[in-house]
Nanobody
Framework: QVRLVESGGGLVQAGGSLRLSCQAS????????VGWFRQAPGKEREFVSG????????YYADFVKGRFTFSRDNTKKTFDLQMNSLKPEDTAVYYC??????????????WGQGTQVTVSS
C-alpha cells in the first residue's frame, strides 16, 4: 500500500513558477515508478513527467519539455515537479502517482488527492 500526499500548487501569473511536492509512505518506495499527471476541466487526465524505479530515464510530455523538471529523493520518499515558464494552458489539477516499477506503462495504482494549479494570463 502506498499513500501519496501532495503539496504546492496555487495561483500564478503566466511566465511564473511553482513547485509541487509529493510525500509517499511506502516501505519499499524505491521499487515504485512515480510521476505527475494532470487533468484540465473537460479533458482527460494526461501524463506530465515521471521516472521508473530503475531511475534510468526521466519521462516528460512534449508540452512540458524544457519548462518542467522532475526530481526524486528515495531517502526522503519524496518526488517533486518544478514548473517554470508556466502558461495558462498548464492550468489543471495535478496528481502525483505511483506504480510498481514502471510509471509510464500501465495506469498507476496509487494516486494523490490532487492539487490545483491555476495560471492567469
Amino acid at each position: 500500500q502506498v499513500r501519496l500526499v501532495e503539496s504546492g500548487g496555487g495561483l500564478v501569473q503566466a511566465g511564473g513558477s511553482l513547485r509541487l511536492s509529493c510525500q509517499a509512505s511506502a516501505r519499499t518506495f524505491s521499487n515504485y515508478g512515480v510521476g505527475w499527471f494532470r487533468q484540465a476541466p473537460g479533458k482527460e487526465r494526461e501524463f506530465v513527467s515521471g521516472r521508473d524505479a530503475d531511475g534510468i530515464i526521466t519521462y516528460y510530455a512534449d508540452f512540458v519539455k524544457g519548462r518542467f523538471t522532475f526530481s526524486r529523493d528515495n531517502t526522503k520518499k519524496t518526488f517533486d515537479l518544478q514548473m517554470n515558464s508556466l502558461k495558462p494552458e498548464d492550468t489543471a489539477v495535478y496528481y502525483c502517482a505511483a506504480h510498481w516499477q514502471r510509471i509510464n506503462n500501465d495506469p498507476p495504482e496509487y494516486w494523490g488527492q490532487g492539487t490545483q494549479v491555476t495560471v492567469s494570463s
